[in-house]
């Protein structure tokens, strides 16, 4: 049985990205879930308050090269996925996707989680950027807050 925290993040996650829409977004199968730990362990955060996730996170660090493939969009989610090898020296966070169940946000989950991946995986990567590729208003807010407070310098692609 699935929790109803999780089926609702379910819901929220097709509604805000329609991954089943567009072959080229990464869709986060258990398959894909064991591949972005081996890039590094921080790639994935969940808050669970008792009774399920509430919120859910996903970066993935990968090269300098890969990102600026990714923003000219001359490579899609998936590609930039598939190209970024684990175990080398990443130079790049993507901020791929951020969710937040209704009530609970605007109370800094996904600042605190993000910011907590980035520390832990900036101690043995140089990491000179982040990008993003913004859905929503709040994703874009975020993800400027979340170099603001970084201090690493962001690079948006462009919503369709």
Not at 73 to 87: A, D, H, W, Y
Request: charged share 25%; with cysteine.
């Amino acid at each position: 049985m699935i929790n109803d925290n999780f089926r609702r993040l379910l819901e929220l996650a097709d509604k805000v990205f329609a991954v089943k829409d567009d072959p080229g977004q990464l869709n986060v199968t258990p398959e894909v879930m064991e591949r972005l730990r081996t890039i590094h362990p921080s790639t994935i955060s969940d808050m669970d308050y008792g009774d399920g996730p509430v919120a859910w996170l996903l970066l993935i660090p990968t090269t300098k090269e890969i990102m600026e493939l990714f923003i000219s969009r001359k490579i899609s989610e998936n590609q930039l996925f598939s190209m970024t090898v684990p175990g080398i020296k990443y130079e790049a966070i993507y901020l791929c996707s951020a969710l937040v169940l209704e009530e609970y946000r605007r109370k800094g989950i996904i600042k605190n989680m993000a910011l907590r991946s980035i520390k832990n995986i900036r101690k043995n990567n140089p990491i000179e950027y982040l990008f993003s590729w913004p859905f929503t208003d709040e994703g874009r807010v975020t993800a400027k807050n979340i170099s603001e407070l970084t201090g690493l310098p962001l690079i948006n692609l462009n919503s369709k």
